[in-house]
């Protein structure tokens, strides 16, 4: 190996970014997607256990309503509403609105504010009325 440094110039990395938030909700908004994924899988279960009959309907309810179950579609739940109001984020966006970084960064907080709240919510009326 030579110790003579190479003239090509350096690759951005990691390093020299200031994480932000924007860029953690970017992170967060791939992240739900992929377990939207996972998460339609035991949607696609649980229904097709319903058309299935009353013994594999029961086993099916039986694990949703478990405390893993139940976490499961907590987790479901806010990865949906959290990747929808990523989604609206971006559409705005898309737009031509709200575009500076001080409204980006504001719009980023209440992404995740905002998710964290609705699924709170959601979740207290599934308690209360449900």
């Given at each position: 190996?030579?110790?003579?440094?190479?003239?090509?110039?350096?690759?951005?990395?990691?390093?020299?970014?200031?994480?932000?938030?924007?860029?953690?909700?970017?992170?967060?908004?791939?992240?739900?997607?992929?377990?939207?994924?996972?998460?339609?899988?035991?949607?696609?279960?649980?229904?097709?256990?319903?058309?299935?009959?009353?013994?594999?309907?029961?086993?099916?309810?039986?694990?949703?309503?478990?405390?893993l179950g139940k976490l499961i579609l907590?987790?479901?739940?806010?990865?949906?509403?959290?990747?929808?109001?990523?989604?609206?984020?971006?559409?705005?966006?898309?737009?031509?609105?709200?575009?500076?970084?001080?409204?980006?960064?504001?719009?980023?907080?209440?992404?995740?504010?905002?998710?964290?709240?609705?699924?709170?919510?959601?979740?207290?009326?599934?308690?209360?009325f449900g």
């Amino acid at each position: 190996m030579s110790d003579v440094k190479s003239a090509r110039p350096l690759s951005p990395h990691i390093s020299i970014y200031r994480f932000r938030p924007t860029m953690a909700m970017s992170i967060v908004h791939r992240i739900t997607g992929g377990a939207l994924y996972v998460g339609t899988l035991f949607l696609v279960w649980w229904l097709v256990a319903a058309a299935g009959g009353p013994d594999s309907f029961a086993a099916a309810s039986g694990f949703f309503g478990s405390f893993l179950g139940k976490l499961i579609l907590f987790g479901y739940s806010w990865a949906l509403i959290h990747h929808m109001l990523g989604g609206i984020r971006h559409f705005v966006w898309d737009m031509g609105h709200a575009d500076s970084r001080e409204t980006s960064t504001k719009l980023a907080v209440a992404t995740l504010i905002g998710s964290v709240a609705l699924t709170v919510l959601l979740w207290l009326g599934i308690l209360i009325f449900g």
